[in-house]
């Protein structure tokens, strides 16, 4: 167990020095490099951009440029915002929580909905239940996000005008109800996806447990179809889902980018869109960084947590 | 679908054919799944309507008439309507489906040849070369495409070259894993130590005599590959880093499209229909595809 996670901890090391390399390469691969903001504002001589990139340290060589860069984010100075002169990392801090509530909503809205589906799906193994569930699924992963919004706004709000059309609360008021009134439709938007390929991997995990030896034990031995379902079959099914979880982070973020857009939902997603549109680089690379880190930290989580539930895991 | 299914697998538990009679049976498998003819028809209809379309409708995708501005669909000759410009909505379609498309199979282009580069250098010289490039696959790997693809569209001027490129450089990744696994297993085999026995160069036995034999997963990743890159394209065009209007993409026709949900729904539902209808036609052409070449998957 501990040689385990020592060396799966040693990999996201590794993995989280190759995504900082990354990001200082897309930094420097700008044209103009850091300094692009300032190339484009119309008063600015060639003499004062060299003054400047001086001043930041911008004409020393790459990698000292890169290890003093990397020194800085590791404790924690992550630069300033162009716009409020507010640290980066408090920025992000403040758009976080409402990011992350959209994310684990529409997960909690996967593992409900998808797990049902999945397991429905491979316990009627090519019924029409089956069939459906697998052409819906392809269908809801090619549908655009933000299209599914606007459409869920104009049915939703705009014709029926049973939910808000965007933010998180009605003005003057923010009852906990008004809160959640406000979550279902982008949630269900975001959730989408996520419901998808939950039910699709939930469906081939189920499929893998319903043969293995256990199963046809506890038959043998006269358990009940019911609590073999449930206690031994779905249970089981559900261990490698920790990973698949982790593994749909990216999506999950990247939707949720889109979703917050969609629904003026005042999250990360809708920060990185508009520190984009005012330039603000320092606060765009920032959250870059931190939804890799995100990532990595996610899914070396989802693998410990994996190996906690799942004594097998341990063995290899 | 059930039986196709069942019949699937018991193919390929059968011995191993000769290489015509295998090719046949995959043409086979392909043509009864129903849904895979369903995906391809759809994207030679969308594909032949935007390529002769523009050139058949009586309206200029970029016409301005302000007197026929939000006229809702089939009225006069407007089948889908007009747009806030009074610009035919149709005829817009129609173009951005040109761009859009042009993006989706020149971004699977791009991807799929880096990604088969990497994958297969990576696979063929294992080790210490593989770990890293696989690593650095990984890391890639760690940041949420659209977040990625925005920074890079905001470094650069938008058109439909760079938007490309952006693009395939966000998305060879899943190629280079797939090639990556079966160059690494094809290695070992017998024909590719015997070429190495008799002397053939690195790239003589990567290019020529491995990559060949993982071509059927490359098709398939490849062509899921241009539902992503039609995906991204219009997630980044809505957004308002792709391609700049007046030209249309069927993303950023969406862009405006929020304003008025209220008094012309039609601009928001047609353009978003069109990317539904694209992207499905290419996920269940290349899930069908998976089915055929590889009778050892099961969906």
């Known amino acids: 167990m501990t040689r385990y996670l020592l060396s799966r901890f040693v990999q996201s090391l590794v993995l989280l020095w190759l995504v900082s390399m990354i990001a200082f390469a897309v930094l420097h691969l700008a044209p103009g490099g850091p300094l692009s903001q300032f190339a484009l504002s119309p008063g600015m001589t060639q003499a004062q951009i060299e003054r400047i990139s001086e001043q930041m340290g911008l004409n020393r060589p790459l990698p000292i440029q890169y290890l003093d860069w990397l020194f800085h984010l590791l404790i924690g100075d992550w630069g300033r915002s162009f716009r409020d002169t507010r640290a980066v990392l408090t920025v992000i801090g403040s758009h976080l929580p409402a990011t992350l509530q959209l994310m684990v909503s529409s997960t909690l809205l996967a593992i409900v909905l998808g797990t049902w589906v999945g397991v429905l799906g491979a316990i009627r193994r090519y019924s029409l239940f089956d069939y459906l569930a697998t052409i819906g699924a392809m269908v809801a992963l090619s549908i655009p996000t933000f299209w599914f919004g606007l459409v869920t706004i104009y049915i939703f709000s705009v014709r029926l005008g049973w939910l808000p059309a965007g933010n998180m609360f009605t003005i003057g008021d923010g009852s906990l109800l008004d809160y959640l009134h406000h979550l279902i439709a982008p949630c269900v938007v975001l959730g989408l996806v996520t419901v998808a390929i939950w039910s699709r991997y939930m469906r081939s995990s189920m499929l893998d447990v319903v043969n293995q030896d256990y199963i046809r034990t506890a038959r043998a031995k006269g358990v009940p179809e019911r609590v073999i379902l449930w206690r031994h079959a779905i249970r089981n099914a559900l261990l490698p889902m920790i990973t698949i979880a982790g593994l749909q982070l990216p999506t999950l973020l990247s939707g949720a980018l889109v979703t917050e857009t969609v629904f003026t939902w005042p999250g990360m997603g809708r920060l990185f869109l508009d520190s984009l549109s005012y330039r603000d680089y320092p606060v765009v690379m920032g959250i870059l960084i931190f939804s890799a880190v995100l990532v990595l930290v996610g899914n070396l989580l989802a693998d410990i947590l994996y190996a906690v539930a799942d004594p097998r895991i341990r063995l290899d | ?299």
């Not at chain 2, 971004?107 to 990576?122: E, H, N, Q």
Request: proline residues 5%.
């Open chain 2, 1 to 299: 679908m059930a039986t196709d299914l069942a019949d699937t697998r018991k193919r390929g538990a059968e011995p191993e054919q000769t290489i015509h009679v295998s090719r046949n049976r995959a043409l086979h498998r392909f043509l009864r799944h129903r849904l895979a003819i369903f995906g391809a028809l759809t994207i030679v209809a969308l594909v032949v309507a935007c390529a002769i379309g523009p050139n058949i409708t009586p309206f200029d995708h970029l016409f301005i008439d302000i007197r026929s501005r939000f006229l809702s669909p089939l009225t006069d000759a407007y089948l889908f309507g007009s747009d806030e410009m009074g610009r035919d909505l149709l005829a817009r379609l129609m173009m951005a489906g040109r761009v859009s498309l042009t993006i989706g199979f020149a971004a699977m282009v791009l991807s799929t040849i880096f990604g088969t580069v990497i994958g297969a250098v990576a696979g063929y010289y294992g080790k210490t070369v593989g770990v890293v490039l696989m690593r650095f696959v990984d890391a890639v790997l760690c940041f949420p495409n659209i977040f990625l693809l925005l920074t890079l569209a905001a470094f650069i001027h938008p058109s439909m070259m760079t938007i490309t490129i952006i693009i395939a450089a966000t998305s060879w990744m899943e190629v280079a894993r797939v090639v990556e696994g079966q160059i690494r297993a094809l290695r070992e085999r017998d024909f590719a130590v015997a070429a190495e026995m008799i002397g053939a160069s690195n790239s003589h036995i990567m290019f020529r005599e491995l990559l060949p034999n993982a071509v059927a997963p490359i098709v398939v990743a490849a062509t899921l590959t241009v539902a992503r890159a039609i995906l991204l394209e219009s997630y980044i065009s809505f957004l308002g880093y792709g391609i700049q209007p007046p030209d249309p993409s069927w993303g950023n026709m969406l862009n405006n499209a929020q304003q008025y949900l209220n008094t012309a729904p039609w601009l928001a539902i047609f353009p978003g229909l069109a990317i539904t209808l694209a992207v499905t036609g290419f996920n269940f052409l290349g899930d069908g595809l998976r089915d055929a070449l590889d009778p050892r998957l099961e969906g």
